[in-house]
């Protein structure tokens, strides 16, 4: 039971020590090699010290400036298919953008130039001094040195140029060569430091915790890791100046030293309140931190719910489309069917007419010739014998009556905003006719027109006809009416039209004036002719009146 928990504590140590490598890579996001003097932006950030030092110069926005900016890129890029989270951003991008949201950070004045971090944009003040100046990342400045340890070269810490290191400090903790590892025995303040082989060191894991153990003695000690003064590289970051806020070393508090007078003390000292003040700003942090998981998660989940209700809308529209393509599909074919029968009747009428007259003009044709070739050749005996026959056919082929004009209108028309129909939910407009308007064969409807007297609103129904006389069964005919005094000719009385689109039209009208009008009723510009019905025009009329006859004189009696 002890071994599998043991085993099961190092998988979980084993797995937070993947998270925390993925989380705080080796490589430098801008030059992608391993960290060389890694230094933290106040952002957070770390990157290299040439890289920090390569970045160009960023001229800083004011603020109501940026924040115009700030919205008309928004504006911009509202329609982005980017998720703009940090992991998605491309180092290299940051540097070139100049069009991006600056976010204004807290930045730290260090009096030098102003950069943008490559990672989130904020601005960065780098001291004048340079990117040296800025805190070492100790954790991955460690972490890369182990990985370069165990390669195949190794270098010296101490030394300016590339030399290879033979041997390992692990109180400073540093790499050194041949010459360092002589020297680092000899000086006073590091003559009791323990250095050992590399090989040895590597092969027995001396700086692989966060411990420095003291391989290779008889009683295996162990000491704090500290790092040592960028200054002073013989002297460790022991003491932590209180002034300044930074840590230091004895060398850096004396006389000659940039803090010489300054308030200082042991960095055990204010190791554990910086350590508790930093644990309540993260007990602090973090809520907020899973407060912003959480809506990162909301946000993921409602573009989720987007993209499911999109392939659903999509899917729905496109099964509509279809449908109602089917529908028309199925419309255009009973339309051309349609169309097709109607011209088919139409001819099949035609051409049977044309075999009448045929059949009629041979026959005529075939009696003329006949009888010019007896005028001409017969005797007189023969001519007089003939006369009868030959004139009886002639007459009867004289009296034969057929209609001349063809018997088929050729109009055919569409209506593309006529016959609305529902089919299965859709509405469906357009239908074919072969219906002609004739406004001389138009009428109004009813036993005769109706008497006009003085007052009395009067109503009509005008039924439209095509060329056949036969009722028009639709509506959409352009009718006008008006209603002219005889004796004031420059007075109009207003004739209300109603089409009730099933091919009549409904009119009204009231005449307050006594005498003689006239009633004009167009169709399409063409006047409708209307036959008086003379039996019935003063049929119920107890005083003096006329019915209204289109375009004749109306009398109207109180």
């Given at each position: 039971?002890?071994?599998?928990?043991?085993?099961?504590?190092?998988?979980?140590?084993?797995?937070?020590?993947?998270?925390?490598?993925?989380?705080?890579?080796?490589?430098?996001?801008?030059?992608?090699?391993?960290?060389?003097?890694?230094?933290?932006?106040?952002?957070?950030?770390?990157?290299?010290?040439?890289?920090?030092?390569?970045?160009?110069?960023?001229?800083?926005?004011?603020?109501?400036?940026?924040?115009?900016?700030?919205?008309?890129?928004?504006?911009?890029?509202?329609?982005?298919?980017?998720?703009?989270?940090?992991?998605?951003?491309?180092?290299?991008?940051?540097?070139?953008?100049?069009?991006?949201?600056?976010?204004?950070?807290?930045?730290?004045?260090?009096?030098?130039?102003?950069?943008?971090?490559?990672?989130?944009?904020?601005?960065?003040?780098?001291?004048?001094?340079?990117?040296?100046?800025?805190?070492?990342?100790?954790?991955?400045?460690?972490?890369?040195?182990?990985?370069?340890?165990?390669?195949?070269?190794?270098?010296?810490?101490?030394?300016?140029?590339?030399?290879?290191?033979?041997?390992?400090?692990?109180?400073?903790?540093?790499?050194?060569?041949?010459?360092?590892?002589?020297?680092?025995?000899?000086?006073?303040?590091?003559?009791?430091?323990?250095?050992?082989?590399?090989?040895?060191?590597?092969?027995?894991?001396?700086?692989?915790?966060?411990?420095?153990?003291?391989?290779?003695?008889?009683?295996?000690?162990?000491?704090?890791?500290?790092?040592?003064?960028?200054?002073?590289?013989?002297?460790?970051?022991?003491?932590?100046?209180?002034?300044?806020?930074?840590?230091?070393?004895?060398?850096?508090?004396?006389?000659?030293?940039?803090?010489?007078?300054?308030?200082?003390?042991?960095?055990?000292?204010?190791?554990?309140?910086?350590?508790?003040?930093?644990?309540?700003?993260?007990?602090?942090?973090?809520?907020?931190?899973?407060?912003?998981?959480?809506?990162?998660?909301?946000?993921?989940?409602?573009?989720?719910?987007?993209?499911?209700?999109?392939?659903?809308?999509?899917?729905?529209?496109?099964?509509?489309?279809?449908?109602?393509?089917?529908?028309?599909?199925?419309?255009?074919?009973?339309?051309?069917?349609?169309?097709?029968?109607?011209?088919?009747?139409?001819?099949?009428?035609?051409?049977?007419?044309?075999?009448?007259?045929?059949?009629?003009?041979?026959?005529?044709?075939?009696?003329?010739?006949?009888?010019?070739?007896?005028?001409?050749?017969?005797?007189?005996?023969?001519?007089?014998?003939?006369?009868?026959?030959?004139?009886?056919?002639?007459?009867?082929?004289?009296?034969?009556?057929?209609?001349?004009?063809?018997?088929?209108?050729?109009?055919?028309?569409?209506?593309?905003?006529?016959g609305n129909q529902i089919v299965n939910g859709y509405l469906i407009r357009g239908t074919v006719t072969t219906q002609r308007l004739c406004p001389?064969?138009?009428?109004?409807?009813?036993?005769?027109?109706?008497?006009?007297?003085?007052?009395?609103?009067?109503?009509?129904?005008?039924?439209?006809?095509?060329?056949?006389?036969?009722?028009?069964?639709?509506?959409?005919?352009?009718?006008?009416?008006?209603?002219?005094?005889?004796?004031?000719?420059?007075?109009?009385?207003?004739?209300?039209?109603?089409?009730?689109?099933?091919?009549?039209?409904?009119?009204?009208?009231?005449?307050?004036?006594?005498?003689?009008?006239?009633?004009?009723?167009?169709?399409?510009?063409?006047?409708?002719?209307?036959?008086?019905?003379?039996?019935?025009?003063?049929?119920?009329?107890?005083?003096?009146?006329?019915?209204?006859?289109?375009?004749?004189?109306?009398?109207?009696?109180?």
């Amino acid at each position: 039971m002890s071994s599998s928990l043991q085993e099961e504590e190092e998988e979980t140590e084993e797995d937070g020590q993947k998270t925390r490598n993925e989380q705080f890579p080796l490589t430098c996001s801008v030059c992608g090699k391993l960290y060389e003097d890694p230094r933290v932006l106040p952002c957070l950030h770390t990157f290299c010290t040439r890289c920090i030092d390569g970045l160009d110069s960023y001229v800083s926005v004011p603020t109501n400036k940026r924040r115009q900016l700030t919205n008309h890129s928004l504006d911009s890029n509202k329609d982005s298919a980017a998720s703009g989270y940090e992991s998605e951003k491309s180092p290299t991008s940051s540097l070139v953008s100049s069009s991006k949201t600056k976010r204004p950070a807290n930045r730290i004045r260090f009096g030098g130039r102003v950069v943008l971090c490559p990672t989130c944009d904020s601005e960065v003040d780098i001291p004048n001094t340079g990117a040296s100046h800025l805190p070492l990342h100790y954790v991955l400045h460690n972490k890369v040195l182990q990985v370069s340890l165990k390669g195949s070269e190794s270098r010296c810490d101490l030394c300016i140029g590339d030399v290879n290191a033979i041997a390992w400090c692990s109180e400073c903790p540093a790499a050194l060569c041949a010459f360092c590892s002589e020297a680092h025995r000899r000086q006073r303040k590091t003559e009791g430091h323990k250095v050992f082989d590399l090989r040895d060191a590597l092969r027995n894991g001396a700086f692989e915790t966060s411990t420095w153990t003291v391989v290779g003695s008889a009683t295996s000690s162990s000491r704090e890791r500290c790092p040592v003064c960028p200054s002073h590289p013989t002297e460790e970051l022991r003491l932590f100046c209180e002034t300044c806020g930074r840590t230091v070393c004895k060398t850096c508090c004396e006389v000659d030293g940039d803090h010489f007078g300054h308030t200082r003390c042991n960095v055990s000292q204010v190791a554990k309140d910086k350590v508790q003040d930093l644990k309540n700003l993260l007990t602090q942090t973090l809520p907020r931190a899973e407060s912003l998981r959480n809506s990162l998660s909301e946000i993921r989940t409602t573009s989720k719910q987007i993209q499911t209700k999109e392939r659903e809308v999509v899917d729905r529209v496109d099964a509509y489309i279809d449908a109602y393509v089917r529908i028309l599909e199925e419309h255009r074919k009973n339309l051309k069917g349609k169309v097709k029968k109607t011209c088919e009747m139409k001819q099949r009428v035609l051409k049977l007419q044309a075999i009448q007259l045929e059949q009629t003009l041979e026959d005529l044709e075939t009696s003329c010739n006949f009888v010019e070739h007896l005028l001409a050749e017969g005797s007189d005996v023969e001519v007089v014998t003939l006369v009868s026959h030959v004139g009886k056919r002639l007459r009867d082929l004289g009296n034969e009556r057929h209609r001349l004009e063809p018997k088929i209108d050729p109009f055919l028309q569409f209506l593309p905003n006529e016959g609305n129909q529902i089919v299965n939910g859709y509405l469906i407009r357009g239908t074919v006719t072969t219906q002609r308007l004739c406004p001389t064969k138009c009428s109004f409807k009813g036993n005769g027109l109706p008497a006009v007297r003085q007052g009395r609103k009067v109503d009509l129904l005008l039924q439209t006809r095509d060329t056949e006389g036969q009722p028009m069964c639709r509506g959409g005919c352009q009718v006008k009416a008006d209603l002219v005094l005889k004796d004031e000719p420059n007075k109009i009385v207003p004739v209300k039209v109603t089409d009730r689109q099933d091919g009549t039209y409904a009119l009204g009208f009231r005449i307050d004036e006594n005498g003689l009008c006239f009633l004009n009723v167009r169709i399409d510009n063409q006047h409708v002719q209307v036959l008086r019905n003379k039996s019935n025009l003063r049929a119920n009329i107890p005083t003096r009146s006329l019915s209204i006859i289109t375009g004749q004189p109306i009398s109207t009696s109180g």
